[in-house]
């Protein structure tokens, strides 16, 4: 197990620095001068020549990409020169709200998702199981934005029941949570459906295993047999698909960042993206990519613990 | 098989309703946190860095210009100045304006009386070379031709220009670049001064958070008037739809909007819709330096080849007004007997001959916006007739604000720009002359006469003789054909009844301190 854990680090370390550099490269190739874009025209020359010198644009590349590694390496993920505050207050200042977005949207996705996907397995064909299957390829093909500004409407505006706005006072538990229930639903209400799909084809497949028909052969109740021994092993390809998902579900985050005025990460790259902030975006985006790699880390380490062989295999193999 | 509902499933149920119960009955605590006393208002930028000096937009300089005192600030709903900060303030030659400050303006946060020392510091930190290893400002063009400010007593000093200054009192002194900041404050704080800044006018900021918003909470040693609003909660909402929602549900209070944005509110009960006239400035511009577009019979004729009528309904549903000239019909020296040209595509196809110009193919430059697209498409289809094809490149902003600079601008055909105005005609020309080609003049337009007339301008103090200047200055941008004006755009006010929001006219520079009580 520890010589897995130590293979799935390096590659992880080996990941975030090929991310580093991608990152690095982009941002130096994306077309828009950060002076213009950021300082507007009532910028005088002086203060455009101190802007490039301060992000370091008037270095050459190699000099360049040495200090951003340096800089990272060390900790400090630079210095905003609009406002003049560090990348690293700036993305702190968010990424609780990111964060508690994401995993909210997750939990709810995996409460609701999983057992459902149980139900639809262990009631193959039923009316239910009929409808989840309709309902969850609907939900998958809608994006969150369009399910946010439709949840929007309707409990916003229609029954009155939640504010539109995604942040309200900060420090006040019950306002942030009333705030963030359509948010959370937005983004949780594509990955239900896919969950539920996903536990429901895994379990089809791990109910007509051998090992299963052993179990009940044995006497074990219908109960212990669906959720001890089945739900176990039918739950590795969902891990494995939340870990990845990750990705997608802080993509995901922007648009309803956007849509519901909330902070956030994803709000925060945008927007540096569109001013050509370049150590902004950076900062941000290596966060989401170490946030990444090694919630994949965790999954994958999780995933071995579920299934023995994997760790066996990960670890060069076994001639048993 | 039977459905029992056991005691662990009631209990579950009841714990969720009750967790729903008490989430849903702190809805509209924000909205009805009282109102009349607290308003909410919108703003689609994000607010950055509140030192005067170094804000980055307007929506920094709303707050700044309500958080600290000027010398002279423009009265409610008018650009014109009245004494703020200042017992008087009096130009004694083109070069020296003497001021005595008021007794007892208090700073926030103990740092005490406002001195005229304050105001030098205030003063001299945006229009002179920075002092060791401070960041220049970014606003340092609005003290232009700042010598001094010497201090001649503990509340009186005088301003000294190198040279006269048509434009001081409006760009300078009354304008969020004459803000005056503690010095104490300024040099105690350092870079905590732009989220946490110390002012004497009539609000205080209490909160600022990134992606948020801020908190104003009334300034309680303000030696002015009291603002009507005890709090004003500023939202950052970039999304107009998620605006038009907040609206509706009440968590705001007042909106800016397009008129695109603004026309579905104009029926929903409880909500006042009015217009009001913008000085940002919209113009299709052409590049007089690029080959096909060097001859001015091609500019000419696409002139007469756009019917800008036709442009604005498509762009902002009909509801902007259409500018003729350069200055918007709020500046001193607007153009009134400016051409207003009407679509004449004979006339336009026969310019096109004679310059021997066939099979025209142009690319016009936009912002991806919806006004804009539309306004293209237009285009698109009214110079297709004259036999020019136009291909519309919409790009995000980054790269669009990058495309006029430098050598990357000579590539340049066509485009639509915009640029905000403030109340100064000097402020507004100042992108067409010679020197911004390759900066803000994607026209390339170089003109010594129109370089001569702006520095003019600048210069003159009398009145009338500077009207002149500024409306010879527009007849030479009219005779280059290289603009073809749009318009000065319109902004729609979207607020509850019992508001009366407060702007100087253009409707850019907010005056939350003068938001009143409506009926």
Same mark, same amino acid.
């Given at each position: 197990?520890?010589?897995?854990?130590?293979?799935?680090?390096?590659?992880?370390?080996?990941?975030?620095? #090929?991310?580093?550099?991608?990152?690095?490269?982009?941002?130096?190739?994306?077309?828009?001068?950060?002076?213009?874009?950021?300082? #507007?025209?009532?910028?005088?020359?002086?203060?455009?020549?101190?802007?490039?010198?301060?992000?370091?644009?008037?270095?050459?590349?190699? =000099?360049?990409?040495?200090?951003?590694?340096?800089?990272?390496?060390?900790?400090?993920?630079?210095?905003?020169?609009?406002?003049?505050?560090?990348?690293?207050?700036?993305?702190?200042?968010?990424?609780?709200?990111?964060?508690?977005?994401?995993?909210?949207?997750?939990?709810?996705?995996?409460?609701? +998702?999983?057992?459902?996907?149980?139900?639809?397995?262990?009631?193959?064909?039923?009316?239910?199981?009929?409808?989840?299957?309709?309902?969850?390829?609907?939900?998958?093909?809608?994006?969150?934005?369009?399910?946010?500004?439709?949840?929007?409407?309707?409990?916003?505006?229609?029954?009155?029941?939640?504010?539109?706005? #995604?942040?309200?006072?900060?420090?006040?538990?019950?306002?942030?949570?009333?705030?963030?229930?359509?948010?959370?639903?937005?983004?949780?209400?594509?990955?239900?459906?896919?969950?539920?799909?996903?536990?429901?084809?895994?379990?089809?497949? @791990?109910?007509?295993?051998?090992?299963?028909?052993?179990?009940?052969?044995?006497?074990?109740?219908?109960?212990?047999?669906?959720?001890?021994?089945?739900?176990?092993?039918?739950?590795?390809?969902?891990?494995?698909?939340?870990?990845?998902?990750?990705?997608?579900?802080?993509?995901?985050?922007?648009?309803?960042?956007?849509?519901?005025?909330?902070?956030?990460? +994803?709000?925060?790259?945008?927007?540096?993206?569109?001013?050509?902030?370049?150590?902004?975006?950076?900062?941000?985006?290596?966060? @989401? =990519?170490?946030?990444?790699?090694?919630?994949?880390? =965790?999954?994958?380490?999780?995933?071995?613990?579920?299934?023995?062989?994997?760790?066996?295999?990960?670890?060069?193999?076994?001639?048993? | 098989?039977?459905?029992?509902?056991?005691?662990?499933?009631?209990?579950?149920?009841?714990?969720?309703?009750? &967790?729903?119960?008490?989430?849903?009955?702190?809805?509209?605590?924000? /909205?009805?946190?009282?109102?009349?006393?607290?308003?909410?208002?919108?703003?689609?930028?994000?607010?950055?860095?509140?030192?005067?000096?170094?804000?980055?937009?307007?929506?920094?300089?709303?707050?700044?210009?309500?958080?600290?005192?000027?010398?002279?600030?423009?009265?409610?709903?008018?650009?014109?100045?009245?004494?703020? /900060?200042?017992?008087?303030?009096?130009?004694?030659?083109?070069?020296?304006?003497?001021?005595?400050?008021?007794?007892?303006?208090?700073?926030?946060?103990?740092?005490?009386?406002?001195?005229?020392?304050?105001?030098?510091?205030?003063?001299?930190?945006?229009?002179?070379?920075?002092?060791?290893?401070?960041?220049?400002?970014?606003?340092?063009?609005?003290?232009?031709?700042?010598?001094?400010?010497?201090?001649?007593?503990?509340?009186?000093?005088?301003?000294?220009?190198?040279?006269?200054? $048509?434009?001081?009192?409006?760009?300078?002194?009354?304008?969020?670049?004459?803000?005056?900041?503690?010095?104490?404050?300024?040099?105690?704080?350092?870079?905590?001064?732009?989220?946490?800044?110390? !002012?004497?006018?009539?609000?205080?900021?209490?909160? &600022?958070?990134?992606?948020?918003?801020?908190?104003?909470?009334?300034?309680?040693?303000?030696?002015?008037?009291?603002?009507?609003?005890?709090?004003?909660?500023?939202?950052?909402?970039?999304?107009?739809?998620?605006?038009?929602?907040?609206?509706?549900?009440?968590?705001?209070?007042?909106? %800016?909007?397009?008129?695109?944005?603004?026309?579905?509110?104009?029926?929903?009960?409880?909500?006042?819709?009015?217009?009001?006239?913008?000085?940002?400035?919209?113009?299709?511009?052409?590049?007089?330096?690029?080959?096909?577009?060097?001859?001015?019979?091609?500019?000419?004729?696409?002139?007469?080849?756009?019917?800008?009528?036709?442009?604005? $309904?498509?762009?902002?549903?009909?509801?902007?007004?259409?500018?003729?000239?350069?200055?918007?019909?709020?500046?001193?020296?607007?153009?009134?007997? /400016?051409?207003?040209?009407?679509?004449?595509?004979?006339?336009?196809?026969?310019?096109?001959?004679?310059? !021997?110009?066939?099979? &025209?193919?142009?690319?016009?430059?936009?912002?991806?916006?919806?006004?804009?697209?539309?306004?293209?498409?237009?285009?698109?289809?009214?110079?297709?007739? %004259?036999?020019?094809?136009?291909?519309?490149?919409?790009?995000?902003? !980054?790269?669009?604000?990058?495309?006029?600079?430098?050598?990357?601008?000579?590539?340049?055909? &066509?485009?639509?720009?915009?640029?905000?105005?403030?109340?100064?005609?000097?402020?507004?020309?100042?992108?067409?002359?010679? !020197?911004?080609?390759?900066?803000?003049?994607?026209?390339?337009?170089?003109?010594?006469?129109?370089?001569?007339?702006?520095?003019?301008?600048?210069?003159?103090?009398?009145?009338?003789?500077?009207?002149?200047?500024?409306?010879?200055?527009?007849?030479?941008?009219?005779?280059?054909?290289?603009?073809?004006?749009?318009?000065?755009?319109?902004?729609?006010?979207?607020?509850?009844?019992?508001?009366?929001?407060?702007?100087?006219?253009?409707?850019?520079?907010?005056?939350?301190?003068?938001?009143?009580?409506?009926?």
């Amino acid at each position: 197990m520890l010589r897995y854990f130590f293979s799935r680090l390096v590659t992880t370390v080996l990941i975030v620095f #090929g991310a580093m550099l991608l990152l690095f490269l982009l941002t130096a190739v994306v077309p828009g001068d950060p002076a213009v874009t950021l300082l #507007g025209p009532q910028a005088s020359p002086e203060l455009v020549k101190r802007f490039v010198s301060e992000m370091g644009l008037d270095q050459p590349i190699h =000099v360049r990409l040495w200090r951003f590694f340096a800089n990272v390496l060390s900790g400090n993920l630079g210095v905003d020169v609009v406002s003049g505050r560090s990348v690293w207050s700036l993305v702190l200042n968010v990424l609780p709200d990111t964060l508690i977005l994401t995993f909210s949207a997750i939990l709810l996705a995996v409460v609701t +998702g999983v057992p459902l996907g149980i139900y639809a397995a262990t009631h193959r064909g039923s009316l239910l199981d009929n409808v989840l299957a309709f309902v969850s390829v609907a939900f998958i093909a809608v994006p969150s934005f369009v399910i946010a500004i439709f949840l929007l409407l309707i409990f916003s505006i229609w029954l009155d029941w939640l504010p539109v706005l #995604g942040a309200g006072r900060s420090g006040d538990f019950w306002d942030a949570a009333r705030r963030l229930i359509l948010p959370t639903l937005s983004i949780a209400a594509t990955w239900i459906g896919f969950i539920a799909r996903l536990v429901r084809t895994s379990m089809l497949e @791990v109910l007509n295993e051998p090992y299963i028909r052993t179990s009940r052969a044995y006497g074990l109740s219908e109960r212990m047999v669906t959720y001890k021994y089945a739900l176990k092993n039918a739950c590795i390809p969902t891990i494995a698909v939340l870990g990845l998902g990750l990705g997608r579900l802080l993509g995901n985050a922007v648009f309803v960042e956007i849509v519901f005025a909330r902070p956030g990460l +994803g709000r925060l790259i945008y927007g540096a993206i569109s001013e050509r902030n370049f150590p902004v975006v950076q900062g941000a985006v290596l966060v @989401v =990519v170490v946030l990444f790699v090694l919630i994949n880390l =965790v999954v994958d380490l999780s995933y071995s613990a579920l299934d023995p062989r994997i760790r066996r295999d990960g670890a060069g193999g076994s001639p048993v | 098989m039977t459905n029992t509902i056991n005691r662990r499933e009631i209990m579950a149920g009841a714990a969720t309703a009750g &967790l729903l119960g008490a989430l849903a009955s702190g809805q509209g605590a924000f /909205a009805q946190a009282g109102p009349r006393k607290t308003i909410a208002v919108r703003i689609d930028r994000d607010l950055t860095n509140l030192d005067p000096a170094h804000r980055t937009g307007a929506w920094d300089g709303n707050v700044c210009r309500s958080v600290f005192q000027r010398l002279m600030k423009q009265k409610p709903n008018s650009a014109e100045l009245e004494l703020d /900060a200042a017992a008087e303030v009096k130009q004694v030659s083109p070069t020296v304006v003497e001021f005595r400050l008021k007794p007892g303006q208090i700073f926030s946060d103990g740092y005490g009386e406002m001195t005229a020392e304050d105001v030098k510091f205030s003063f001299e930190r945006i229009g002179l070379p920075p002092v060791g290893d401070a960041k220049p400002s970014t606003y340092k063009g609005d003290w232009v031709n700042l010598d001094k400010v010497e201090v001649t007593g503990p509340l009186t000093g005088r301003i000294i220009l190198t040279k006269p200054r $048509a434009n001081l009192f409006d760009i300078a002194i009354g304008d969020v670049s004459g803000c005056i900041v503690s010095k104490k404050a300024v040099e105690k704080l350092g870079g905590e001064h732009s989220v946490k800044p110390v !002012g004497s006018g009539p609000y205080i900021v209490t909160n &600022l958070e990134r992606q948020r918003g801020a908190l104003l909470k009334r300034h309680e040693g303000y030696a002015g008037p009291k603002p009507a609003y005890e709090e004003i909660a500023i939202r950052y909402i970039g999304d107009p739809r998620t605006t038009d929602l907040a609206l509706r549900s009440g968590e705001i209070d007042f909106a %800016v909007l397009s008129p695109q944005a603004a026309d579905p509110l104009r029926s929903v009960a409880g909500l006042v819709v009015t217009e009001q006239p913008s000085i940002a400035y919209v113009w299709l511009g052409m590049n007089t330096e690029k080959e096909g577009l060097k001859d001015i019979r091609v500019r000419q004729a696409i002139r007469l080849a756009l019917d800008v009528d036709q442009m604005l $309904a498509a762009g902002y549903n009909g509801k902007a007004p259409r500018l003729n000239t350069l200055l918007p019909p709020q500046i001193l020296g607007h153009w009134k007997d /400016a051409p207003v040209y009407k679509r004449n595509v004979a006339e336009a196809k026969k310019l096109l001959a004679d310059a !021997g110009a066939s099979n &025209l193919k142009l690319k016009l430059l936009i912002l991806n916006q919806p006004a804009y697209q539309n306004m293209a498409l237009v285009a698109r289809a009214l110079l297709a007739e %004259v036999g020019i094809t136009l291909e519309v490149d919409a790009q995000e902003g !980054g790269t669009y604000w990058s495309s006029g600079k430098g050598d990357t601008g000579k590539n340049l055909d &066509l485009f639509i720009l915009r640029f905000n105005g403030k109340h100064d005609p000097n402020f507004i020309m100042q992108w067409f002359v010679s !020197g911004q080609v390759g900066d803000w003049n994607w026209e390339r337009w170089a003109n010594p006469d129109y370089d001569a007339l702006f520095t003019k301008a600048a210069g003159e103090i009398d009145k009338d003789k500077r009207i002149e200047d500024v409306i010879a200055a527009q007849k030479l941008m009219d005779k280059s054909a290289a603009f073809v004006w749009l318009t000065n755009e319109v902004n729609v006010l979207v607020h509850r009844p019992w508001i009366k929001p407060a702007a100087v006219p253009g409707w850019l520079d907010w005056q939350y301190d003068s938001f009143a009580v409506g009926a």
